[in-house]
């Protein structure tokens, strides 16, 4: 199967700062990968859907310039987080669709927490 | 627009019972449709899936059938373990590959 890998898993800010999370595809490529938020007991929320070499589409909801997505190349696609608040703590997950597949592979995810 | 309803949890059970989770979707195309299990501290991983009707998605003893007509995809394995005990997601999958998600159930199993 496909590998995905997230970095960092966990990650201690302070309110303020900026927080910036990697995705990476490592064995395919991966033009569309697709960011969520999962709360704690909670299912998947779709934050936005990124694009290799253009710009990212955002869920109803999710504030673009908070939630910065960029997505360089076809491996990487990185969130960053800015000026983090505690309520931005969450369970952030990374995904890519691989056609011959028929589905997604899934990052471990990353764990924000924002004192 | 699309939907997943599956069952609210926790679902707690004791060791080689079985297992029903329900499933049901309401989608205006022919989405594909999966299981996903969460192990506690973990990432997502699939369990099954299946791409058209009446298929079957199985891994592990658990089992899915894709019910058109009933619009369902209902989980079940016929004797849990301890190991089990997990969160389960039901999904479909549009043509834009988009998951669109169940809200998850809890599975706990005692021994």
């Known amino acids: 199967g496909a590998v995905v890998s997230q970095h960092p898993s966990r990650v201690i800010c302070k309110s303020g700062t900026s927080v910036k999370i990697e995705c990476r595809s490592l064995?395919?490529?991966?033009?569309?990968m697709f960011w969520y938020r999962q709360f704690p007991k909670k299912s998947l929320m779709l934050m936005a859907t990124s694009n290799e070499g253009s710009k990212a589409t955002y869920e109803q909801g999710v504030e673009k310039d908070k939630f910065l997505i960029n997505h360089a190349s076809l491996t990487l696609s990185t969130l960053t987080v800015t000026s983090a608040h505690p309520e931005d703590s969450s369970f952030y997950i990374c995904?890519?669709?691989?056609?011959?597949?028929?589905?997604?592979?899934f990052g471990p995810g990353t764990r924000l927490t924002v004192l | 627009g699309d939907s997943v309803t599956q069952m609210e949890g926790p679902v707690t059970l004791s060791e080689e019972a079985f297992l029903t989770i329900n499933c049901t979707y309401t989608a205006t195309g022919y989405p594909s449709l999966f299981w996903y299990v969460q192990y506690p501290g973990e990432g997502l991983q699939l369990l099954l899936k299946?791409?058209?009707a009446d298929d079957k998605g199985s891994n592990k003893g658990f089992e899915a059938t894709y019910r058109k007509e009933t619009t369902s995809f209902h989980l079940e394995k016929g004797s849990v373990q301890v190991s089990d005990s997990a969160v389960y997601f039901c999904?479909?999958?549009?043509?834009?590959?988009?998951?669109?998600w169940g809200a998850g159930t809890k599975l706990i199993i005692k021994p």
């Open positions: 999904a479909l999958s549009d043509s834009n590959y988009q998951l669109i």
């Open positions: 995904s890519a669709p691989v056609i011959s597949y028929n589905e997604q592979f």
């Open positions: 299946a791409t058209k």
């Open positions: 064995d395919f490529q991966a033009t569309t």
